[in-house]
Each structure stands twice: as C-alpha cells, then as structure tokens.
C-alpha cells in the first residue's frame, strides 16, 4: 500500500492528500473494468463490477460494440440516477458540470478520453485529457492512466509535423519522465506503458531500431503481466509504426495480432476496427 500511496504523492507539484487504503483499494477497483484486462463481458454481466458507474459502464458497452441507446430502454440506465431528466451521458455530464459536482463530470470525461485513445482518434484524446484534468480536485489511479494515453497521443500528433509538433514532443518526454519513476514502484503495472511511450519517443526521434525494439519490448512485457488489452495496443501501435515506414507486410501480421488481443478483450469494436488493416 506505501507503494500506491507514494505514487500518487508524486502526481502533483505539491499536492498533499490523506487517503486511507480502503479509499485507495475502491479508487483503483472502480476503474479496475476499464484498465486492466477483466474481460469486457464478465463486467457487463456483472460478475467482476465493485463500483457500477454509469460512464463506465456504456464504454464497456462501446468497445464491445453494442449499440445501446438509454432512449430505447425500457428501463435505461440512467433511471439508477433518481433523476428523469438524465437519459444519455451527455446529459449526466452537463448536469454534473452545471451543478458543479465534478466527480461525475471526471469520470465522463476520462470515459471519452480512453474511448478516443483506443480508437486513434489523438486529437480528440489531447482534449478529453485536458477536460479531465479540469476537473481534478484530488489524485486519483485513474491520473497515470490519463498521463499514459496522453503521452502517446502527444507522440502520434507529433509526428504529423504540424506547427505544435515540438509542444506534444514535450509532453510525451514528460509523461515518460514521470513514468521512469513510477515503474520504480510497480514495474508490473507501469513497464509496459513506459516501454511503449519511448518505443513513441523513438519513432519521433526517427530512431527506427530503437523504437522497433521498444515496441516488441512492451508487447512482451505487457503479455508477461497479462494486460492483454495493452498488449494489442502495443501490437497495434507497431503496425502503425512499421506501415508509416513501408513495411506493409510485418504491419499486417501485427495488426492480426492486435485483433486478436482485443477480441481476447472483448472489444470487439476495436478489433472490427483493424479488419481492413490486418
């Protein structure tokens, strides 16, 4: 418990908090659906859910490829609210965020922003980050995760070449220079993430061997420590990689793989994403 606790003293500048383990154990198993590799199904059938949250739990519905609509329900989620004016997750985020009441609204907010990293939409995912950060009142597990995909987002953007290029460089080196110190504390949890934000790091630099190398590195990593989710997210990511650098083929045998880790998963939106490209 020391070691959490330590590593979320090191989220902020300055930032004192007074937790107990309880507290943090129920943090981390809330967002414990979405960040590890429980399968997707056994949450939605409520086998594994500790804390069920709306957000959640229509991202779960999302990556599986569900196409829910609360509307047509005839008894939607959001009637676990007590108020019949929420009926989306829109709503429950604009209720939050009128009403000041900014646990719900960070919680919406970092649903979008995984769903907008998982689904290479990097854009999208810088801003869901900043929303989120936004709305941070106190340390949360879910920040390193939000520091992790905004890292790699940075990197994808930079490598676009437009005029933030060098700004989202910077960023993706800060989130590997607070993930060098947490892996310190939890390689099992952390390794994986930082062995892919400077596999990132590498191809901005055009360092192509490094970051070939870097890429299989936290493939490996994140097998041994069975998050599979992040495994095909590795997977993918050097598909990207090795298909910005015309090696099509390699690219393709990748891409296969990640497919089968989300399916694996249970994301099944997100594999159905790469059929074309596999």
């Not at 609360?70 to 676990?80: A, E, G, R, Y």
């Not at 990293?117 to 920040?143: G, L, P, W």
């Not at 989710?229 to 990640?258: I, P």
């Amino acid at each position: 418990m020391e070691k959490i606790l330590f590593i979320l003293e090191e989220l902020g500048e300055s930032i004192s908090i007074d937790v107990t383990p309880k507290e943090v154990f129920m943090e981390l198993m809330s967002t414990k659906a979405l960040l590890d590799a429980i399968t997707l199904a056994d949450v939605i059938h409520g086998k594994r859910m500790v804390d069920k949250r709306l957000s959640n739990h229509l991202s779960i519905l999302k990556l599986i490829g569900s196409n829910y609509d609360s509307k047509q329900q005839s008894k939607p989620l959001f009637h676990l609210l007590g108020n019949d004016e929420i009926d989306s997750e829109n709503g429950l985020l604009q209720h939050a965020l009128s009403s000041q009441i900014l646990g719900p609204a960070r919680h919406c907010y970092f649903d979008r922003l995984m769903l907008a990293f998982f689904s290479s939409n990097h854009s999208e995912a810088m801003y869901y980050a900043k929303k989120y950060t936004e709305c941070r009142q106190s340390v949360r597990i879910a920040d390193l995760f939000q520091t992790f995909y905004q890292g790699v987002s940075a990197f994808r953007l930079a490598r676009l070449k437009d005029k933030k290029a060098r700004e989202w460089v910077d960023v993706g080196k800060k989130a590997i220079s607070q993930y060098q110190t947490w892996v310190k504390y939890s390689d099992w949890n952390w390794e994986n993430k930082l062995l892919l934000l400077e596999a990132e790091s590498h191809a901005c630099e055009g360092e192509l061997e490094m970051a070939k190398s870097k890429f299989r590195a936290s493939i490996d990593s994140a097998k041994r420590h069975r998050f599979v989710h992040e495994e095909g997210l590795a997977s993918e990511l050097l598909g990207a990689f090795l298909e910005e650098n015309g090696n099509v083929d390699e690219a393709k045998e990748h891409f296969a793989y990640a497919r089968l880790c989300y399916q694996k998963w249970g994301a099944f939106a997100l594999a159905d994403r790469l059929l074309e490209r596999a």
